[in-house]
């Protein structure tokens, strides 16, 4: 992404974190194309474990201005002890925002979410999203360019929830995005019976939502024996 904090690059060789230097290139799609280069400090290079290539992942902080990489082409220049490879990472896209139009009221123990915004990545690239949260934690389930759907965690305290969503390597601001309430509590009660034809029910318990919101009430009935 344009503002994108860390870089990380895939391949083989890259030796340790002293010896290895990185630049990226942005060939741009300006009206006046030009070729920019950007150092980008090594911060750790690890093996991916998750394949039995060897693989090598090594991640770099890109040294950028106030406007970040502009629109184009990039790609990375590894330097390791005089040897030079040049490697395509793909196209620069804008940054990741996280946006609310109306604002939501959740039960703390909601088990599934949605985040709003732009820029996303979606589906099937939807893990490239990592959402942090300030009251729980959640895994991305399913993504769009404007929508990510997460599972929640743990149970959510407070009374409010943020959100910050990070996509290819550009982290958002943290934005409210629901207010939290408890979740609704029915209180225990004993042979209570109801007349066949009834027309209405009263529960009693804690936690519910106003009369003009929308509940849905469940009922197990029970077959009689003899």
């Keep these: 992404a344009a503002g994108a904090e860390e870089i990380s690059i895939r391949g083989l060789r890259f030796g340790s974190i002293t010896e290895v230097e990185v630049s990226i290139v942005v060939n741009t799609t300006s009206s006046k ?26 991640s770099c902080v890109p040294v950028l201005g106030a406007s970040g990489l502009p629109s ?44 709003s915004g732009s820029n996303f990545a979606p589906s099937p690239h ?27 965690g743990p149970a959510m305290n407070g009374t409010e929830i943020r959100a910050s969503v990070k996509t290819y390597g550009a982290t958002t601001p943290f934005v409210k995005i629901a207010n939290l309430i408890d979740p609704p509590l029915i209180n225990a009660t004993v042979d209570v019976k109801i007349p066949t034809r009834s027309t209405s029910i009263t529960i009693v318990g804690q936690n519910f939502a106003a009369a003009s919101a929308s509940v849905q009430l469940f009922i197990n009935a029970l077959t009689p024996s003899c």
């Design 33 to 58: 194309r030009s070729v920019l280069q950007y150092p980008c400090t090594v911060s750790n290079i690890v093996v991916d474990t998750t394949t039995l290539s060897g693989e090598e992942i090594l």
């Design 72 to 115: 184009g082409q990039v790609s990375a220049v590894v330097n390791r002890n005089g040897g030079t490879t040049q490697i395509t990472l793909g196209s620069v896209v804008p940054n990741p925002t996280v946006s609310v139009s109306q604002m939501p009221t959740w039960a703390k123990t909601v088990p599934t979410f949605t985040i």
């Design 126 to 152: 939807h893990l490239s999203n990592v959402v942090t949260l300030s009251e729980s934690s959640c895994s991305v389930a399913t993504a769009t360019a404007t929508q990510i759907v997460c599972v929640m």
